[in-house]
């Protein structure tokens, strides 16, 4: 009996100890994929690390942009229990239109689209209020956002990232890959109260690199704040200051107006010219600035000197098809030294005759015009030198004056540095360091001899000196070098010059010992004498320049009363526009391409969408392989790039269509 | 007084049925009892009662060897404790470390977020713009060049007066 029953228990102890034995099995061997996805779902969150794209300081350590954490809301329509009342909650809650959310959520759940964004970069108080209402559906991620705590000043600089935190523009852009960082993630393994007990890292975050820039704010804010009153004061389109230490390659300021807030994003059907960089994008004929490369080139080429008779044949100089004037009444035979203060057209022409074709363009291309500074911006233009096979009979005599060439304030920026600093072509630069690395100098090159360069200084003192064109420049304790330049700017319609100007003033501060170069260009001035550079840049020119000497605590190499004795009002006229040639079928630089774009002609350029419908566009770029970025509907009206442009890696181009 | 099976109104499994019309019915016959089955309750033959028992004439001897063997039990008990408490400490003591290392990492992402929305907070209101509208509604105006004199002589020190 005893035996029977213990051979019953014992089967059923066997049978007991199978069951779990085949539930084992099932749990951690046929269904363990399964279970420990479920537990992983239970017990484990996984949490993304931040990793912040890096920061953006100006040379004192002041942030120029940096990243803070947000958070954006995203939902699963497929899993939204009912899209009506979802749609409502949210839309009370984020503040958006009920019916386009509602309209959104329909459209993805009847395309079968699990994912939904619902509002990206809310609130603090938006996410508090979404996480007390406790709905599973509703999910919460925390992203990146770009700020630029200082507004506009050096946008253009800086420039802006899109949704993604991609660089779109300026050092964003150029630096892309430095700044961007590597989000992380980990896995926590949490309580049912969901209280982390222990955590894995799945993928290590990396910040990205904070870059130091060149650039001085208070310097940049002068230069903006300046550069835009001269603009509006002197109705011009636009214009652009560089400041420069003619020795590092060192930018120490570098406005462009008009400018933007990149905090913002543009506003449909806005012009896009705002968002350019003149300083480093937009080429123009420099005009009577340029003399100062025909002065140098003849100082190392000729036998000229800064006293030696040049005769300007009293203010007409006929060429083959073609007459030149000087702006001003007519001189005779002066000193070189003279005609650059004077600014005559003749009297350059005749210096650079005396200068020759192959040296003019030898020493062009040695100040370093017709190829890009190398600067760490996207979109940098090389400006425009012919090839000498390309010059015509009066090519030489156009360039000796400004003419037939295309530069950008930063090209005009670096030759003065040239003359600045001894004759040496530094590369400008932007940036100071990356991360705690102090960014690689460019060796300098040899442009001119130190010799030369100290003669054009002197020689460029006295365009400042009473009598020059640039006495509006002079500063209060230092001395100063510079050169004024107005010139005409073409009508590509009309194919003829207008009564418009770029004025501009190149200047160097103190001569003794130069700690800066001051560029300033404004485009598109009007009022003849009154658009002149002398008259509309020069006074930009002292200000930031006395604000830069004050700034890098510059000793005075004046005394005071001396640099009082001309009152800015009282200066001489600013007579240095250069005579553009007014032929109706004259060719004009500007409508060719960047000398370094022109030597690559396999480099994509933007195709011409204007006037096509977005079907078409968008067949047109897909078939190119671009990125297209549309904006309204109808027909396309503006595109940016401009059809032609150069495009880089990475370019979209954006169009917008109207009615 | 009532018996069990009264109060109980178990007359069937005793086998005896109170009822009037009992007689008349045959009487079931029980099988063999099991010798294991308990005897079902008589109907009449319980009484409680209480009984007084003097168990102070009992005297427990001492048993030496039974208060060792119950010492060493308790030894061994307490040993198998502290083993079981070492051996599992550094587990529990992994775990609340772990909670506390977790809160401290959560609250150090925190920390770094707010410390960085501090950092643009403070680069705002430092703005060259910003500052430059406070100074002219200050009517405070930029030193000239030359104007200020460091009192270290550096530059970057923060030392500095104004020259008249």
Redesign the interface.
């Known amino acids: 009996m005893v035996e029977r029953r213990l051979t019953w228990l014992a089967a059923i102890v066997l049978l007991w100890g199978a069951a779990i034995l085949q539930k084992l099995v099932s749990l951690q061997v046929l269904h363990h994929q399964e279970y420990s996805r479920m537990a992983r779902a239970r017990q484990e969150v996984v949490i993304e690390?931040?990793a912040?794209r890096g920061a953006i300081f100006d040379r004192s350590g002041?942030?120029l942009a940096?990243?803070?954490?947000t958070e954006s809301v995203y939902v699963n329509p497929l899993k939204v229990p009912d899209l009506g009342v979802a749609s409502e909650i949210l839309a009370l809650v984020l503040h958006v239109d009920r019916a386009g959310l509602y309209e959104k959520m329909r459209e993805a759940y009847d395309s079968d689209r699990g994912f939904l964004w619902v509002k990206r970069k809310i609130a603090p108080e938006e996410a508090e209020s979404l996480r007390t209402l406790r709905l599973e559906w509703i999910k919460i991620q925390t992203e990146s956002l770009r700020?630029y705590?200082?507004?506009s000043?050096a946008a253009h600089v800086l420039g802006a990232v899109n949704f993604e935190e991609r660089g779109t523009a300026g050092v964003e852009k150029a630096l892309d890959n430095e700044l961007r960082g590597q989000p992380g993630q980990a896995r926590?393994?949490t309580d049912v109260k969901r209280?982390?007990?222990?955590?894995q890292l799945s993928a290590e975050a990396r910040a990205g690199t904070p870059v130091t820039l060149t650039i001085d704010?208070?310097l940049?804010?002068v230069a903006e704040?300046e550069i835009a009153a001269a603009v509006k004061t002197h109705h011009a389109v636009s214009g652009s200051v560089v400041v420069m230490n003619p020795y590092s390659g060192d930018v120490l300021a570098m406005a462009s107006f008009p400018d933007y807030d990149p905090n913002a994003s543009p506003e449909p059907g806005e012009s896009l010219a705002r968002y350019q960089n003149h300083a480093v994008s937009v080429p123009f004929e420099p005009g009577s600035v340029f003399k100062v490369i025909t002065l140098s080139a003849a100082l190392e080429t000729t036998s000229l000197r800064p006293e030696s008779p040049i005769n300007c044949h009293g203010g007409v100089l006929r060429l083959p098809g073609r007459t030149i004037h000087d702006s001003h009444g007519g001189l005779g035979v002066i000193p070189m030294a003279i005609v650059l203060a004077k600014s005559s057209n003749i009297g350059a022409i005749q210096v650079g005759m005396r200068v020759g074709q192959e040296n003019m363009y030898q020493y062009m291309r040695r100040f370093g015009f017709g190829q890009r500074t190398g600067i760490q911006l996207p979109a940098e233009s090389a400006g425009k030198v012919y090839k000498l096979s390309r010059w015509g009979t009066t090519s030489l005599a156009s360039v000796s004056m400004g003419q037939e060439v295309s530069v950008t304030t930063l090209q005009l920026a670096q030759a003065a540095s040239v003359v600045a600093n001894g004759g040496m072509l530094v590369r400008p630069r932007l940036v100071l360091k990356n991360g705690n690395q102090a960014a690689p100098e460019q060796p300098p090159v040899r442009a001119i001899k130190p010799e030369t360069a100290i003669t054009m200084r002197q020689m460029m003192e006295g365009v400042v000196l009473p009598g020059g064109s640039g006495t509006r420049a002079r500063l209060?304790?230092?001395t100063v070098g510079g050169k004024t330049g107005s010139a005409q700017i073409f009508d590509f319609a009309t194919r003829h010059y207008t009564h418009s100007y770029n004025g501009s003033f190149m200047g160097i501060a103190p001569l003794t010992n130069p700690r800066i170069v001051v560029v300033v260009t404004l485009n598109g001035t009007h009022g003849g004498e009154a658009g002149f550079g002398g008259v509309v840049a020069a006074p930009v020119f002292r200000v930031v320049a006395?604000?830069a000497?004050?700034v890098l605590?510059?000793?005075?190499d004046l005394p005071e009363t001396e640099s009082a004795k001309i009152p800015a009002e009282k200066s001489e006229p600013a007579y240095d526009l250069a005579d553009a040639d007014t032929r109706p079928d004259a060719p004009n630089i500007l409508e060719e391409g960047d000398d370094e774009n022109a030597a690559d002609p396999a480099q994509p350029r933007a195709p011409n969408f204007q006037g096509m419908t977005m079907r078409a566009v968008l067949a047109e770029a897909s078939a190119k392989g671009l990125t297209v970025l549309p904006n309204g509907s109808g027909i396309a009206r503006i595109q940016y790039p401009a059809p032609g442009s150069p495009l880089h890696d990475g370019d979209r181009i954006r169009v917008q269509f109207k009615r | 007084m009532a018996t069990m099976p009264t109060f109980f109104r178990r007359t069937v499994g005793a086998g005896y049925d109170v009822r009037p019309d009992a007689a008349a019915r045959p009487v079931r016959v029980q099988p063999e009892r099991d010798p294991f089955q308990l005897r079902a309750l008589p109907n009449d033959d319980i009484f409680f009662y209480c009984k007084k028992i003097d168990n102070s004439r009992l005297v427990r001897e001492a048993d030496p060897q039974a208060r060792g063997a119950c010492w060493r039990a308790i030894g061994a008990a307490c040993v198998l404790v502290a083993m079981l408490t070492s051996a599992f400490f550094p587990t529990v003591g992994t775990?609340l470390a772990?909670?506390r290392?977790?809160?401290l990492?959560?609250e150090e992402?925190h920390l770094l977020?707010e410390g960085?929305?501090l950092?643009?907070q403070e680069?705002?209101l430092?703005?060259?713009?910003r500052l430059?509208k406070l100074a002219r509604e200050n009517n405070l105006v930029?030193?000239?060049?030359?104007q200020?004199v460091?009192l270290d002589g550096n530059?970057d020190g923060a030392v500095a007066m104004v020259q008249e």
Not at chain 1, 195 to 199: E, K, P, T, W
Not at chain 2, 142 to 146: A, C, L, M
Request: cysteine-free; glycine content about 10%; charged content about 25%.
């Open positions: 690390l931040p912040p002041q942030p940096m990243s803070v954490q700020h705590p200082k507004g000043l926590v393994l209280r982390g007990i222990d955590s704010e208070r940049q804010f704040r209060a304790g230092y006395t604000e000497l004050r605590d510059v000793p005075k | 775990t772990g909670y290392l977790e809160a990492r959560a992402r977020a960085r929305g950092d643009l680069a705002e430092l703005s060259p713009a430059d930029t030193p000239s060049s030359g200020v460091h530059s």
